[in-house]
């Protein structure tokens, strides 16, 4: 799925990490690989509580039987825990063209098992405003090749203000993409960023989840990478888990 933009610098709706470096084990213990019948990876996810994965509701799944969970290994052909999906809550107000409210929660049938390689990330408690160092984690794309990484791939980057973020070269296409207050921006170098695949996988600062990876222009073209900024959200994801 593209929107906005056109050429080779069309909107896509799912990033990956170019430029980036292998996770050692167990580094990012909260993310997790979603995977079409548990095999196939499309998006990343994170684990916010022993039930419940926080990602993005443009990751497409329209039936919840068709992907699985895979927790616990940083490796894409092996180990790991698998769970299925009980329930999918996309935010009401998700916008596909806009990205706007681009999150969404999956409720797992059963309880996950922690141990030294998965364990929750915390929801942020306050606002993340312009240059703070950030990590982002995926098995997105590692180049315009479409080369897909085995092993977990991280790097990090710097948030942008949003007005930095609306005065940077998306401001293009604002009218189809407006960047919000409920986003958040980082940038690296013309060289790295995010790329097709890493898609509702986390942007922490250190055990805390800022950031949702949400769209860009791929891949690693020197524009900024976009996030649903999970400070915005707290309250929504509290009032859907605890109902």
């Not at 998700?94 to 049938?109: E, H, P, Q, R, V």
């Amino acid at each position: 799925m593209h929107s906005g933009a056109q050429g080779d610098q069309d909107v896509s709706d799912q990033t990956r990490i170019v430029g980036g470096t292998n996770a050692a084990d167990g580094e990012f213990p909260y993310q997790i690989s979603l995977r079409w019948y548990g095999q196939q990876h499309f998006c990343g996810g994170s684990i916010i509580a022993s039930q419940w994965i926080l990602t993005a509701a443009h990751c497409p799944i329209t039936d919840k039987k068709d992907a699985k969970v895979i927790a616990g290994t940083n490796s894409l052909k092996s180990g790991g825990d698998t769970y299925e999906i009980d329930q999918l809550i996309r935010h009401e107000n998700y916008n596909s063209t806009s990205f706007a409210n681009d999150i969404m929660l999956l409720k797992l049938t059963k309880e996950i098992k922690f141990g030294k390689k998965v364990a929750t990330i915390t929801l942020p408690s306050k606002n993340t405003p312009g240059s703070v160092e950030l990590v982002a984690s995926g098995w997105g794309y590692v180049d315009n090749n479409k080369k897909v990484p085995e092993k977990l791939q991280k790097i990090t980057v710097k948030s942008l203000s949003v007005e930095q973020c609306q005065r940077s070269d998306l401001r293009r296409l604002q009218r189809t993409n407006p960047i919000t207050g409920k986003q958040i921006c980082t940038y690296r170098n013309n060289k790295s960023g995010l790329c097709q695949g890493d898609s509702g996988g986390p942007l922490a600062n250190k055990n805390t989840l800022v950031g949702i990876t949400s769209w860009g222009i791929p891949c690693a073209k020197g524009y900024p990478d976009i996030f649903t900024r999970v400070y915005s959200y707290v309250d929504w994801i509290e009032k859907k888990i605890k109902k």
